[in-house]
């Protein structure tokens, strides 16, 4: 079993729908869950992080985590054609290494 | 924010020849720098550790003797494919933790070297 699960989609939506991207995780200790965006041939750019349980916002952006489940969310409200990429769940304990998830890719369609 | 950049971007070798791959931190000192390889369609896999001034740690199932990784200076890490053949062709990522910002997690990451076996 991979410490970090996603599905990798492909996930096609339209534009200006609200996209739901979700991963589930076994390692208890992790701590802190991040959500990175990759373009094509491109390192992944932090979108944002959270630490332990609970929500974190950041435009339309929405991050959750729930430890007692074990589940990582990320929903994006009005998704643009800009937002469409792949994009990476990661988790780590500490100073440990990260664990990415197998990443979604996402196309948002005009 | 924080910057890391690779060179090259791109690199065509021939199987059995050894290239190398810089990864720099451009605004900040890195003590720990990470390399990852990324399969097409695939997520990133952490390749090794590296810790300036000192051996880098290899993941398990990873070639320490194939992937030579320096990690000479505070800015700067080298991973070289050594005896390259077409199974290395990958996307390899390095990413940098800056100690002075605060946060055990977080990690820059570079923009990536695509490299092809041929």
């Known amino acids: 079993q991979k410490e970090v699960e996603q599905d990798p989609g492909p996930l096609s939506v339209p534009e200006g729908a609200i996209v739901s991207l979700n991963c589930t995780y076994s390692?208890?200790?992790?701590?802190?869950f991040m959500w990175y965006r990759q373009y094509s041939r491109k390192g992944p750019e932090l979108l944002m992080y959270?630490?332990?349980?609970g929500n974190k916002e950041d435009g339309r952006f929405t991050a959750q985590v729930d430890k007692s489940s074990k589940y990582i969310s990320l929903f994006i409200r009005d998704s643009q054609p800009s937002d469409s990429a792949t994009y990476l769940c990661?988790?780590?304990?500490?100073?440990?290494?990260?664990?990415f998830g197998q990443g979604t890719r996402l196309t948002i369609n005009p | 924010g924080a910057v890391v950049s690779q060179h090259p971007s791109w690199v065509i070798c021939k199987s059995g020849t050894s290239v190398k791959i810089e990864c720099r931190s451009l605004?900040?000192?890195?003590?720990?720098m990470f390399w990852y390889r990324q399969f097409p369609k695939q997520s990133l896999m952490l390749m090794a550790t590296?810790?300036?001034?000192?051996?880098?740690?290899?993941e398990q199932g990873v070639e320490k003797d194939k992937f030579l990784i320096n990690h000479a200076s505070l800015t700067l890490s080298t991973l070289t494919v050594t005896s390259a053949h077409p199974e290395d062709s990958s996307f390899y990522i390095c990413?940098?933790?800056?100690?002075?910002?605060?946060?055990?997690?977080?990690?820059?990451f570079g923009p990536g070297t695509r490299l092809t076996v041929t």
């Open positions: 990413s940098a933790r800056d100690p002075t910002s605060g946060s055990s997690y977080e990690q820059y």
């Open positions: 390692n208890s200790a992790f701590q802190y």
């Open positions: 959270t630490y332990s349980s």
């Open positions: 990661g988790a780590i304990q500490g100073a440990q290494k990260l664990v």
């Open positions: 605004d900040f000192q890195a003590t720990t």
């Open positions: 590296s810790n300036e001034g000192s051996k880098a740690t290899y």
